[in-house]
Protein backbone atom coordinates (compact mmCIF):
# COMPACT_ATOMS: atom_id res chain seq x y z
CA UNK A 1 0.00 0.00 0.00
CA UNK A 2 2.88 2.64 0.90
CA UNK A 3 4.36 1.58 -2.30
CA UNK A 4 1.73 2.42 -4.44
CA UNK A 5 0.94 5.78 -2.58
CA UNK A 6 4.47 6.80 -2.79
CA UNK A 7 4.58 6.01 -6.38
CA UNK A 8 1.18 7.65 -7.13
CA UNK A 9 2.67 10.69 -5.36
CA UNK A 10 5.53 11.12 -7.67
CA UNK A 11 3.61 10.43 -10.39
CA UNK A 12 1.41 13.61 -9.28
CA UNK A 13 4.15 15.95 -8.59
CA UNK A 14 5.91 15.16 -11.70
CA UNK A 15 2.50 15.89 -13.75
CA UNK A 16 2.88 19.77 -11.86
CA UNK A 17 6.48 20.10 -12.37
CA UNK A 18 6.63 21.27 -16.18
CA UNK A 19 3.67 23.56 -15.15
CA UNK A 20 5.66 25.40 -12.58
CA UNK A 21 9.00 25.89 -13.94
CA UNK A 22 7.35 27.05 -16.90
CA UNK A 23 5.69 29.40 -15.10
CA UNK A 24 8.17 30.40 -12.65
CA UNK A 25 10.68 30.84 -16.13
CA UNK A 26 8.01 33.18 -17.73
CA UNK A 27 8.58 36.95 -16.43
CA UNK A 28 5.34 38.19 -15.61
CA UNK A 29 4.85 42.39 -16.39
CA UNK A 30 2.13 44.94 -16.29
CA UNK A 31 2.93 48.72 -17.19
CA UNK A 32 1.23 51.12 -15.29
CA UNK A 33 0.68 54.87 -17.21
CA UNK A 34 0.73 58.10 -15.10
CA UNK A 35 0.10 59.73 -18.60
CA UNK A 36 -2.62 62.59 -18.32
CA UNK A 37 -2.30 63.01 -14.35
CA UNK A 38 -0.81 65.61 -12.34
CA UNK A 39 1.19 64.31 -9.77
CA UNK A 40 1.92 67.32 -8.08
CA UNK A 41 -1.77 66.81 -6.95
CA UNK A 42 -2.76 64.07 -4.37
CA UNK A 43 -5.92 63.26 -6.70
CA UNK A 44 -3.18 62.53 -9.19
CA UNK A 45 -1.03 60.58 -6.78
CA UNK A 46 -4.02 58.65 -5.57
CA UNK A 47 -5.28 57.69 -9.22
CA UNK A 48 -1.93 56.83 -9.61
CA UNK A 49 -1.57 54.97 -6.70
CA UNK A 50 -4.91 52.96 -7.53
CA UNK A 51 -3.81 51.83 -11.09
CA UNK A 52 -0.34 50.61 -9.42
CA UNK A 53 -2.51 48.11 -7.02
CA UNK A 54 -4.29 46.90 -9.93
CA UNK A 55 -1.35 46.22 -11.81
CA UNK A 56 0.19 44.28 -8.98
CA UNK A 57 -3.10 42.12 -9.11
CA UNK A 58 -2.64 41.29 -12.46
CA UNK A 59 0.67 40.24 -12.27
CA UNK A 60 0.70 38.41 -8.88
CA UNK A 61 -3.05 37.08 -8.23
CA UNK A 62 -5.71 38.19 -6.38
CA UNK A 63 -5.48 37.24 -2.64
CA UNK A 64 -8.89 35.71 -2.38
CA UNK A 65 -10.55 32.09 -3.61
CA UNK A 66 -6.79 30.34 -3.78
CA UNK A 67 -6.14 29.61 0.21
CA UNK A 68 -3.75 26.91 -1.14
CA UNK A 69 -1.52 29.54 -3.07
CA UNK A 70 -2.55 32.99 -0.92
CA UNK A 71 1.59 32.73 0.91
CA UNK A 72 3.28 32.82 -2.13
CA UNK A 73 0.24 35.70 -3.98
CA UNK A 74 0.80 37.51 -0.68
CA UNK A 75 4.77 37.39 -1.32
CA UNK A 76 4.18 38.41 -4.45
CA UNK A 77 2.45 41.43 -4.03
CA UNK A 78 4.78 42.58 -0.99
CA UNK A 79 7.60 42.17 -2.91
CA UNK A 80 5.71 44.22 -6.08
CA UNK A 81 4.45 47.11 -4.26
CA UNK A 82 8.08 47.87 -2.35
CA UNK A 83 9.35 47.65 -6.02
CA UNK A 84 6.34 49.76 -7.43
CA UNK A 85 6.30 51.94 -4.37
CA UNK A 86 10.35 53.37 -5.58
CA UNK A 87 8.91 53.89 -9.13
CA UNK A 88 6.20 55.66 -8.26
CA UNK A 89 8.12 58.15 -5.45
CA UNK A 90 10.69 58.68 -8.60
CA UNK A 91 7.89 59.25 -10.76
CA UNK A 92 6.27 61.42 -8.52
CA UNK A 93 9.88 63.73 -7.43
CA UNK A 94 10.75 63.86 -11.02
CA UNK A 95 7.22 65.13 -12.33
CA UNK A 96 7.51 68.18 -14.14
CA UNK A 97 11.23 68.36 -14.11
CA UNK A 98 11.50 67.01 -17.53
CA UNK A 99 8.97 66.59 -20.98
CA UNK A 100 8.55 63.12 -21.25
CA UNK A 101 6.23 61.83 -24.15
CA UNK A 102 2.72 60.35 -22.87
CA UNK A 103 3.78 56.77 -24.30
CA UNK A 104 6.89 57.47 -21.65
CA UNK A 105 4.99 58.21 -18.45
CA UNK A 106 4.62 54.98 -17.47
CA UNK A 107 6.31 52.37 -14.82
CA UNK A 108 6.99 48.80 -15.22
CA UNK A 109 5.82 46.19 -12.75
CA UNK A 110 7.87 42.74 -13.49
CA UNK A 111 7.27 39.63 -11.41
CA UNK A 112 9.91 36.57 -12.17
Request: with cysteine; aromatic share 6%.
Amino acid sequence: MTKIFSTAAIALAATFLPLSASSAAEPRSADVSFAGLDLSSEAGQAIFDRRIENAVEAVCGSLTGKPTFDGAVRQCHKETRITARKSRDLAIANYGRGRLAESERKIRLVVR
